[in-house]
């Protein structure tokens, strides 16, 4: 069992950067499928980043591509999200996700394994 916990969320201005953890336990992280999704106040949860257990293959909602970067560490089970230019409408509750095996790595309905989200605010 993989237990998911997420850091580094926290109020920025528009046009800042803000960079999310999410520490890993159990020793399978570096077989998983990991992506981060996000949910605002009232909207679905909406796919943001997802990347291949070997950190090959990474893939992008069009609405950050060209500002977001997911990576990971599979040697200290860490995923990350590098976030910048932030705009007021990335604020949402940003949670990561893994999977043994992603087919459809932007639907949240692949995903077995959970955090409990961390908070972005970004203010205009």
């Known amino acids: 069992q993989v237990q998911l916990v997420e850091s580094g969320g926290g109020l920025v201005q528009a046009g800042g950067s803000l960079r999310l953890s999410c520490a890993a336990s159990?020793?399978?992280?570096?077989?998983?499928?990991m992506a981060w999704f996000r949910q605002a106040p009232g909207k679905e949860r909406e796919f943001v980043a997802a990347?291949?257990?070997?950190?090959?293959?990474?893939h992008y909602a069009d609405s950050v591509k060209g500002r977001f970067t997911i990576s990971r560490n599979n040697a200290d089970n860490t995923l990350h999200l590098q976030m910048d230019s932030l705009k007021p409408e990335d604020t949402a509750v940003y949670y990561c996700?893994?999977?043994?095996?992603?087919?459809?790595?932007?639907?949240?309905?692949?995903?077995?394994?959970w955090g409990q989200g961390t908070q972005v605010t970004v203010s205009s």
């Open positions: 990347i291949n257990w070997g950190g090959v293959r990474t």
């Open positions: 996700a893994g999977t043994a095996s992603a087919r459809y790595f932007s639907q949240h309905t692949e995903y077995t394994h």
């Open positions: 159990g020793s399978s992280f570096s077989v998983l499928d």
